[in-house]
């Protein structure tokens, strides 16, 4: 019986390295594979990223020709309570987008309540001495242009948006994006 065991431990032992050397191969193809899928899973993103920015640029930037009116986007009316802390005031806004392209005008249309409560966020937050100076209304139009085009995923640099911003770390150095919307118009303007 001694001879039958040790045969079955020498069976046993050969087994155990066919196992062996089967589960390294197996570990090898799989590690291989996943290899081969990020490589092409990086070459893919990689792509996609020369294509989101080759259509991204015609997307943001209007070429309009010469002599072509340019589309109004009127907004309805903002009514809003201000920040001023001594005192309860509210404004009135009308605000009408300038567009470059037509087809543009129509996004917008798709994005208003995405729009408007962008607006709205950013005029509750102003106070009636912000609004009521020059400067105060310039930056209001130049923030209410950049939270115009934010929901359809276009976003502006900070930097020529708030000049009096201290200045951020820059983590890449990112293409100026051109807004669609090429002004901000405001129809009526009351503070109370």
């Known amino acids: 019986m001694a001879t039958a065991a040790a045969g079955n431990d020498a069976a046993v032992k050969g ?7 089967i589960i390294i191969a197996i570990v090898l193809v799989v590690v291989l594979v996943g290899v081969a899928a990020l490589l092409m899973m990086k070459k893919k993103s990689h792509a996609e990223d020369e294509e989101g920015a080759a259509e991204e640029k015609p997307a943001a930037t209007a070429h309009v020709k010469p002599g072509t ?15 001023d802390k001594e005192v309860d005031r509210f404004a009135q ?6 567009v470059a392209d037509p087809k543009f005008a129509d996004q ?7 729009i408007r409560n962008n607006v709205l966020i950013v005029l509750s ?14 930056k209001l139009a ?6 115009s085009v934010r ?8 930097e020529e948006e708030d000049e009096d911003a201290a200045p951020k770390k820059k983590k890449k150095k990112k293409r100026p994006v051109e807004s669609p919307v090429t002004q901000v118009l405001f129809s009526t303007f009351i503070v109370q």
Request: hydrophobic share 35%; net charge negative.
């Open 108 to 114: 917008l249309k798709a994005y208003m309540p995405a």
């Open 15 to 21: 087994g155990g390295k066919k196992k062996l050397i």
């Open 151 to 158: 929901p359809m995923g276009i976003e502006l640099d900070d």
């Open 69 to 83: 009116p340019p589309t109004f986007v009127p907004l309805d009316p903002f009514t809003v309570n201000l920040a």
């Open 125 to 138: 937050h102003k106070t009636s001495a912000e609004l009521l100076s020059g400067e105060g209304k310039e």
């Open 142 to 147: 130049r923030e209410i242009r950049r939270e």
């Open 93 to 98: 806004i009308g605000i009408t987008l300038e």
